[in-house]
């Protein structure tokens, strides 16, 4: 089933971003702009697919400073202290993306030219290229009228490629990069370019993902519900029998459920305490904002089962108080998950609840016409194997947190030597 296509993997990887820290994704962004016109000046001719995966690359150069300490800091982390976001970014990369072959363009998008390891990486030139592109963004940004393109010639052979600066120069002349940047017009043009990407249906799901363990970056509580939902509704799913594309389909609603969570200030999302009647009206906001993200850019089914996650069967939920004969399959399951997730997960203002106060809740709700009797049921009668599973999947999931911190060290010291 093509239940997104390749282009829009692109487009929810950005909005997600952008909701979290709109800085590090508009200069993403306009970086992979100036590279993409770069690479088109280069003697070796890419097609145009390889251009848009290099520069949904660049769009992502900077993603490890969601994972650092200086995330409010943009120019800290550009011109200071470099070096934790770039690790942190490759790793990411390596482990978590189809992207494994290129991450090391991440790792030194930041070192000067002569510090750049000497090896046979097939992308060393890249790896120079998008160096100078994000440097000529971060820089016309802050000089504005005063910039000047040509102004780290004086740099070349040491801090910048020369060759990296000459394609600059011939991009700059064939394509008015900086007058289009001011414009907008780039967005145009990457937007053409994005139509390229090709990725297969598992690239898709890496993908995803990975973007799951991004937004863990910045709550491990949103990562631990993900992992924690996903494997509880798939295991429903399974002993409801539902068909593989019905399983195809809860996966990818799954998965996505929470991403409007990104946009919900963890001042509001994590607060010690019970939420008054307007943050709690704030926090609803989530599933709108999931549908803006994803509107168009995934299969109309999984967007429904999206939305509908918090809904009843008695039309007491939200946001369109849907009721039971508007709720299909799938909908029901997610609902059940997503409240298993919600008490069985620890929370910033209490501790999980256990096993047989989960149990007699979920029978409550479904007492009371809210949840699905039926999911209840299979739910209830084999909470403690579906509960076992989820153990599996969030042990695998803090020893991927465990192999990233371990290999940052390891990353660290190497580069330092």
Do not use: W
């Amino acid at each position: 089933m093509n239940l997104v296509h390749s282009k829009d993997i692109y487009y929810i990887f950005r909005d997600v971003m952008r909701c979290l820290d709109p800085k590090v994704m508009n200069h993403g962004a306009r970086t992979s702009y100036i590279l993409y016109r770069m690479l088109q000046c280069m003697d070796k001719k890419y097609e145009m697919y390889e251009l848009a995966e290099f520069a949904f690359l660049a769009t992502l150069h900077d993603l490890g400073a969601y994972k650092t300490d200086y995330m409010k800091d943009q120019l800290g982390y550009e011109t200071k202290e470099y070096m934790p976001h770039s690790i942190y970014g490759y790793l990411f990369l390596l482990y978590l993306t189809p992207f494994k072959d290129r991450a090391k363009i991440v790792l030194y998008h930041h070192t000067d030219f002569t510090q750049v390891p000497k090896t046979n990486y097939e992308f060393d030139e890249i790896i120079h290229c998008l160096n100078v592109a994000e440097k000529m963004d971060l820089f016309s940004n802050i000089l504005g009228g005063k910039f000047d393109y040509m102004m780290f010639q004086k740099q070349a052979g040491t801090k910048y490629s020369p060759k990296a600066l000459d394609l600059l120069y011939q991009a700059e002349k064939k394509y008015e990069v900086f007058s289009k940047l001011s414009s907008g017009e780039y967005k145009r043009e990457l937007a053409e370019l994005y139509e390229y990407l090709i990725f297969t249906d598992e690239e898709k799901r890496d993908f995803l993902v990975g973007l799951m363990y991004i937004v863990g970056f910045r709550s491990e509580y949103t990562m631990l519900d993900s992992v924690t939902c996903v494997q509880v509704a798939q295991s429903l799913g399974e002993r409801l029998m539902i068909s593989d594309d019905e399983k195809e389909i809860l996966f990818y609603a799954t998965l996505l459920h929470d991403a409007g969570m990104c946009a919900i200030s963890k001042d509001i999302s994590e607060a010690p305490r019970k939420l008054t009647d307007e943050e709690m009206q704030t926090l609803r906001t989530h599933v709108e904002v999931a549908e803006s993200i994803l509107k168009g850019r995934i299969d109309e089914g999984v967007l429904e089962v999206i939305m509908a996650h918090h809904e009843r069967c008695d039309g007491s939920g939200y946001p369109k108080h849907l009721k039971s004969d508007q709720l299909n399959r799938l909908m029901r399951i997610l609902q059940v998950a997503d409240t298993i997730t919600g008490l069985t997960n620890p929370r910033s203002y209490r501790d999980p609840k256990p096993a047989n106060v989960v149990v007699s809740i979920l029978k409550e709700e479904a007492e009371k016409g809210k949840l699905s009797k039926e999911v209840v049921r299979i739910a209830v009668n084999y909470y403690d194997e579906i509960m076992a599973g989820v153990k599996v999947k969030t042990d695998e999931m803090l020893a991927m947190y465990r192999k990233l911190q371990d290999n940052y060290e390891t990353t660290y010291k190497q580069i330092k030597q």
